[in-house]
């Protein structure tokens, strides 16, 4: 792996490992629905394996369930301190945190039954490599889903929104992305629905399904 990619994930670290509470009083009631939807696309049954990319502070671990086991990665140590906190609060020994780029996932192919990228392909500086990787390491017959914000696929952008993108990109998200242009790391991924949640369609849940049949 390149130093420029080995740098580039970690730009926005300061950012996250900083503002933990903050994110979790604003992000957390405004996503909760949405989170709550994208959990119950996963599809998966007693005993599976879920890889959670992306997993912050672990505002999405309530809405998953207690009979599956699972990884969550993140690159802050921040945002994971405050996840492992909350996994002993509502107990889930079945799921391992672990520090990890999301650009360059540390697992075999084929390794879960489901990967869960919540509001992630945005905020790395390749999603579509994010994705790419997500798509590697499921299984074959097994789901992609992905919940974030994303730039209209219908309206140009301008300048000054790809301007803002640039700088919002640099320490949080990037506001300026279309999900067709990230989905281009992992064009063999089927489409099984793709909806609008509140707040007013705000967040976008993308359910894909990896070609092939399960082992």
């Known amino acids: 792996m390149s130093d420029k990619l080995l740098a580039s994930p970690r730009s926005s670290l300061p950012f996250y490992d900083r503002v933990?509470?903050?994110?979790?009083?604003?992000?957390?009631?405004?996503?909760?629905?949405?989170?709550?939807?994208?959990?119950?696309?996963?599809?998966?049954?007693?005993?599976?394996r879920l890889l959670l990319v992306g997993v912050g502070s672990g505002l999405d671990l309530p809405h998953l369930p207690r009979d599956i086991r699972g990884v969550g990665v993140d690159l802050s140590g921040g945002m994971l301190r405050r996840a492992r906190a909350l996994r002993a609060g509502i107990g889930m020994?079945?799921?391992?945190?672990?520090?990890?780029?999301?650009?360059?996932?540390?697992?075999?192919d084929g390794?879960?039954?489901?990967?869960?990228l919540p509001l992630l392909v945005s905020v790395v500086p390749d999603g579509s490599r994010a994705l790419a990787e997500a798509a590697r390491v499921a299984r074959p017959g097994s789901r992609v889903v992905v919940l974030d914000h994303f730039?209209?696929?219908?309206?140009?952008?301008?300048?000054?929104?790809?301007?803002?993108?640039?700088?919002?990109?640099?320490?949080?998200?990037?506001a300026d992305r279309r999900f067709s242009e990230i989905r281009a790391g992992a064009s063999d991924l089927r489409a099984l629905s793709?909806?609008?949640?509140?707040?007013r369609g705000f967040f976008r849940l993308v359910v894909l399904e990896k070609p092939g049949l399960a082992p």
């Open 20 to 48: 933990g509470p903050l994110y979790d009083a604003i992000i957390g009631p405004v996503s909760g629905r949405a989170r709550e939807r994208a959990a119950s696309s996963l599809g998966l049954g007693p005993g599976g």
């Open 194 to 199: 793709d909806e609008e949640l509140p707040p």
């Open 151 to 174: 730039w209209p696929e219908e309206r140009p952008r301008s300048s000054a929104a790809r301007a803002l993108g640039g700088v919002l990109g640099r320490v949080a998200t990037h």
């Open 111 to 116: 390794s879960f039954d489901a990967v869960f």
């Open 93 to 108: 020994p079945n799921f391992e945190l672990r520090e990890m780029d999301a650009q360059d996932l540390d697992f075999p």
